[in-house]
């Protein structure tokens, strides 16, 4: 197993109890509507949020355990995370953006320019993310978080910001890109037809809980 | 001949402590983000303070401080450096009432970053002063620039703190407020007159050269 969750955390309406994991290659889809608590597991595993209790591990490493006080912080942690809103940074051009996460200086130049050419964006490697439209933005942030090589990717509703011609001309393309990588990758979305569509298995998560 | 010493004494005090102000103000902003709880709201207040008191108080602060009878005073005023009635002590007085306005905007400013930045940052792997410099800095620019240009226009109009410790010393730490208030004083209109204009036109061109470093931040 590559990342185990067992995570618990109150939350104002009910409380988050989730347990499961995802293997290297696999694209788990976290199902559920807005508000149960997907994107709070996400949070919690890159460590921007902190569960009540339980434990994360990734690769055998322990990222969180509440009982032996480990909470290993988000900078440490090598989770690769895209925000529904992408965040890019807009005072960065797109290379700047993608180089953020190289972490050796010396493959940097190369690592940005692979991924650029990887997503068909190398064109816009000096543009700044607010001259792209949405689809264009989504591929900035995913070379991004591919440049830095990390162990575990999640996406948070990546097409909720798209619109529908676009998204199927993407979603192949995110796939293939996808399953290229090679580490568990948790996909976070309201929409059960784009989890079937892309996931090897689905999660449903309703009020904090897994459905079984 | 007419004595131009004043422009160049408020000059020199207002651009130092613009210099200082920026770095402290930043910095302090910066910090308070981090801390919570009653100590951030104890921190808040100390650093707000200068603004809401008169600046005679602030004066008085500052010549118990730094006056002779202090052992801080007496110090450096045995290492040859004594603060009270040199022009070092108008560069002082700038810095601690223009400092809330610079430390403010900052603050402000820095509270306005999207967090969702911060975070993405973080899971990126980069370093907490990285993310100051590359993400949060360049973010908070606007704001930071109005904050230092209130701060400066507020340390060029300075006279209350800086007639207590500075004095009233022609060509020594005699600013432009203080040259327009004895020429007043005096009855010397004409050299009030000049200072007044002087000042108008240097404040306004300051406003003008900082917000048009804004705006190019933005676009």
């Known amino acids: 197993m590559e990342l185990e969750v067992s995570i618990k955390k109150t939350l104002k309406d009910f409380t988050l109890e989730i347990d499961f994991s995802v293997s290297k290659g696999e694209i788990v889809g976290l199902l559920g509507e807005s508000g149960s608590g997907k994107s709070m597991t996400l949070k919690s595993i890159a460590g921007i949020v902190r569960p009540d209790g339980g434990v994360i591990r990734l690769n055998g490493t322990t990222l969180f355990d509440s009982e032996r006080k480990i909470d290993v912080p988000t900078r440490n942690r090598n989770v690769g995370y895209m925000f529904q809103s992408y965040a890019l940074f807009p005072y960065m051009t797109v290379a700047q953006n993608v180089a953020c996460g190289i972490k050796d200086p010396s493959k940097r130049k190369e690592t940005v320019s692979r991924n650029l050419e990887l997503l068909h964006i190398d064109k816009f490697a000096d543009r700044y993310p607010r001259h792209l439209s949405g689809g264009q933005q989504q591929r900035v942030a995913l070379a991004r978080l591919l440049a830095a090589s990390p162990s575990v990717i999640m996406l948070d509703e990546p097409f909720s910001a798209l619109d529908n011609e676009l998204k199927d001309s993407l979603q192949e393309e995110l796939k293939s890109t996808l399953e290229r990588s090679g580490c568990p990758i948790l996909f976070v979305s309201h929409n059960r037809e784009e989890v079937q569509r892309y996931c090897t298995r689905s999660l449903h998560l309703s009020e904090g809980r897994l459905l079984p | ?219």
């Open chain 2, 1 to 219: 001949m007419f004595d131009y010493a004043p422009l160049w004494i408020s000059l020199r005090a207002t651009v130092l402590a613009a210099v200082i102000v920026f770095a402290l103000g930043t910095l302090a902003a910066r910090l308070c983000l981090d801390i919570r709880g009653r100590f951030a709201w104890v921190l808040d207040v100390l650093f707000t303070l200068p603004m809401v008191l008169p600046p005679t108080v602030l004066g008085f602060f500052l010549l118990v401080i730094f006056g002779r009878n202090t052992f801080f005073g007496k110090l450096l005023s045995d290492a040859g450096m004594p603060v009270i009635f040199s022009w070092h002590a108008t560069v002082i007085a700038a810095v601690v009432v223009s400092f809330p306005l610079m430390y403010k905007g900052a603050k402000g400013a820095f509270e306005q970053v999207d967090q969702e930045h911060v975070w993405a940052a973080r899971t990126l792997g980069m370093s907490e002063f990285g993310i100051f410099v590359k993400v949060m800095f360049p973010e908070a620019w606007p704001g930071i620039l109005a904050g230092l240009a209130l701060s400066f226009a507020r340390a060029l109009g300075e006279f209350g703190a800086t007639l207590m410790i500075a004095g009233n010393i022609p060509g020594k730490t005699q600013t432009i407020p203080m040259a327009i208030y004895f020429a007043t004083a005096g009855g010397d209109m004409r050299t009030a007159w000049i200072w007044v204009a002087v000042i108008t036109i240097v404040s306004c061109v300051a406003l003008a050269v900082m917000n048009h470093f804004g705006n190019k931040g933005r676009s």
